[in-house]
């Protein structure tokens, strides 16, 4: 961190231009301006300055424009989006205005922008990975529905297959009148299949090769390769909660709060965070809850949470459970313990908390 800025600089990204409005340290603007939004040009206009404090929005070009700037030895800050009201909610939002708010929200307390990080672009690269073939999986489903839906239309049905195998098995009973049409879907579904099975091929070997802290967590009955690599990465460093419980909030699963004197009402999550990875622990959390669950303590606790009633109960109980999940998961990483699915089930354990989790000691294992 540069403790001694020579000058404070909102810099609004734009997908072609970008604002640049720069102060000095008594508050007076030096410079507005606007450049391309390009490397070559933040590298003429930031290579000569002074260390300056930059504070940028996330978003599409954040991550390589904060890289480059800290290489020219700025101290960059990449506000949340999210916390920003101050820009958002403003009755006069132009890409001027909102420069010129990041750059004195800089200058006055760096904390008011809630800055994020950004994670290398070598972890990027595998993140790239895990987002790919989930845009795979999301188009064959679009497919396969497509043409269920037109045989259904038809008058004919489908047999029930899994998506895998849904190229293979369902061929023969396409209507002959409709095979023109979708014969060639069903060969795409085959191609998107056969990569989207390379796929599962390279995050399995990126588990075992390269991180090899997911073999842990992957203990825990629901979560896979592709859940334990896409929490991995997204969280990047688990040092930076400083304990278990703030992974939640951190991945928008817990309750907004609108509370008022004795008005508290009960209100839906925050979906703050990654979606991507907060997705991935629901399905999880349906998974446990589910027909094919494995018996632990956790799935026990969420069934007796869907049980209380109510005709939201079974989705809160996902929802917690997967609330739970993430702290769990965050917990095996941080300490290497052994994950015991029934470690609130011993004589000496009586409930299941957040704080107190699913994980026992290795040393406890081996005797």
Known sequence: MIKNSTAFVGLDLGDKRSNVFMLDQGGELIEETRIPTTEPAFRRKFASLPPCRVAMEAGTHSRWASRLLEQLGHEVLVANPRRLRLIYESSRKTDEADAEHLARLARLDPQLLSPIRHRGPEAQAHLTVIRSRDSLVRARTLLINHVRGSVKSSGARLLAC????????????????????????????????????????????????????????????????????????????????????????????????????????????????????????????????????????????????????????????????????????????????????????????????????????PEAVCA
């Open 162 to 361: 899994s998506a895998d195998s849904f190229h293979h098995r369902v061929e023969p009973s396409i209507p002959a009148e409709l095979q023109p049409a979708l014969l060639p879907i069903v060969q795409t579904i085959a191609s998107l299949t056969a990569q989207i099975h390379a796929y599962n091929r390279q995050v399995e070997q990126l588990c075992q090769e390269q991180y090899p802290e997911t073999q842990g967590l992957r203990a825990v009955g629901g979560v896979g390769p592709i859940v334990s690599l896409a929490y991995v990465l997204t969280l990047d460093d688990p040092d930076r909660f400083r304990k278990s419980r703030e992974v939640a909030p951190a991945l928008g699963l817990v309750p907004k709060r609108d509370q008022s004197g004795s008005r508290d009402p009960q209100l839906r999550i925050t979906k703050t965070g990654d979606s991507y990875l907060r997705r991935l622990l629901v399905g999880s959390a349906q998974y446990i809850l589910g027909p094919f669950g494995p018996d632990c303590d956790l799935r026990r606790w969420g069934l007796k949470l869907a049980e209380r009633g109510g005709k939201n109960a079974k989705k809160r109980a996902v929802v917690a459970v997967a609330r739970k999940l993430a702290i769990l998961l965050h917990r095996l990483w941080v300490t290497g313990d052994i994950y015991d699915p029934f470690y609130h089930s011993h004589p000496d354990q009586t409930s299941l908390t957040e704080t107190n989790l699913l994980v026992r000691q």
